[in-house]
Antibody
Framework: QVHLQESGPGLVKPSETLSLTCIVS??????????WGWIRQPPGKGLEWIGN???????YYNPSLRSRVTISADTSKNQFSLKVTSMTAADTAVYFC???????????????WGQGTLVTVSS | DIVMTQSPLSLPVTPGEPASISCRSS???????????LSWYLHKPGQPPHLLIY???NRASGVPDRFSGSGSGTEFTLKISRVEAEDVGVYFC????????FGGGTKVEIK
């Protein structure tokens, strides 16, 4: 049974960089069967795909966030990370890490989610 | 972006009765491989979302058979054949043919 757990600060100041880590157990992020990604949900709003990483290290970012987002992986620790620069109040959200199944390189479904962590941007 | 539109926003249900949720996409989700890249999720309060249906109509592992997904192209439906009390929460759809986008959610609650 795969388990994902986000870790990182709950409060970030405007203009600073958010760094979150997702620790994975029960599966290897080095597997070529899944993407590993980040999804967020601002309070009272819908979900937004941030981006994902594949075992090869290749990444995909939502074009709306591409200029500010970096996703990386540490296979030795079986974890992957998210960095978002120049945070503003609009980035306040619950951030989920997730595992996505795929078929010929296209996501078929997000089959495992972390609990989510609330990140608030405030001075 | 592909826009996902769900209806209704809220769905009061009676245990034992059927329920149905609609999801419409602004572009066809039918890929040349014959699959619709549409999935359904349930988000219960205090829990992470979990996958119910993938590729339009395939039940995820461990999902009760009272849940079914149907549709193709731009119109999709999630049906619960007999609602149980544990089925309350927010249901949402997601497309992954392009940058993944999500429906706004349908809140299911017991009458």
């Amino acid at each position: 049974q795969v388990h994902l757990q986000e870790s990182g600060p709950g409060l970030v100041k405007p203009s600073e960089t958010l760094s979150l880590t997702c620790i994975v157990s029960g599966d290897s992020i080095s597997s070529n069967r899944h993407f590993w990604g980040w999804i967020r949900q601002p309070p009272g709003k819908g979900l937004e795909w941030i981006g994902n990483i594949f075992y090869s290290g290749s990444t995909y970012y939502n074009p709306s966030l591409r200029s500010r987002v970096t996703i990386s992986a540490d296979t030795s620790k079986n974890q992957f990370s998210l960095k978002v620069t120049s945070m503003t109040a609009a980035d306040t959200a619950v951030y989920f890490c997730a595992r996505a199944a795929m078929l010929r390189g296209i996501i078929t479904g997000v089959d495992s989610w972390g609990q989510g962590t609330l990140v608030t941007v405030s001075s | 972006d592909i826009v996902m539109t769900q209806s209704p926003l809220s769905l009061p249900v009676t245990p034992g009765e059927p329920a149905s949720i609609s999801c419409r996409s602004s572009q066809s989700l039918l890929q040349s491989d014959g699959y619709n890249y549409l999935s359904w999720y349930l988000h219960k309060p205090g829990q992470p979302p979990h996958l119910l249906i993938y590729l339009g109509s395939n039940r995820a592992s461990g999902v009760p058979d009272r849940f079914s997904g149907s549709g193709s192209g731009t119109e999709f439906t999630l049906k619960i054949s007999r609602v149980e009390a544990e089925d309350v929460g927010v249901y949402f759809c997601m497309q992954a043919l392009q940058t993944p986008t999500f429906g706004g959610g349908t809140k299911v609650e017991i009458k």
